[in-house]
């Protein structure tokens, strides 16, 4: 069980990589106007990265009902994949869901 933790956190955290790496704007912007002083999620095109959650969120989702359904083929081996992807789905929809709320909410 400590695994498939493991594994569904190290999953969770690169896709959350790729959907921030998404939304980040160019990085060689107007030298007049430095960004000086701001945080970082100012060069972040936010209505992006949340948008990218959602279209993970969604293949997950059809992914964890892909192995339930062929499920009868290799039970075992995809019981243990269905457990894992149902458990990254319920995290990048929270963290998809708690992102939006945040900025548009």
Not at 53 to 61: C, D, E, P
Request: include cysteine; glycine fraction near 8%.
């Amino acid at each position: 069980m400590n695994h498939t933790l493991s594994l569904s956190a190290g999953l969770t955290a690169l896709v959350i990589c790729a959907a921030v790496a998404s939304g980040v704007q160019d990085a060689a912007g107007d030298p007049a106007n430095p960004a000086s002083g701001e945080s970082w999620w100012s060069g972040i095109d936010k209505p992006e990265v949340i948008e990218t959650l959602g279209i993970v969120t969604i293949s997950l989702v059809i992914l964890t009902a892909a192995a339930g359904l062929f499920m009868r083929k290799k039970p075992k081996l995809l019981v243990k994949w269905h457990k894992r992807l149902a458990v990254l789905t319920i995290l990048a929809a929270l963290l998809h869901g708690a992102m939006a709320y945040w900025f548009f909410g």
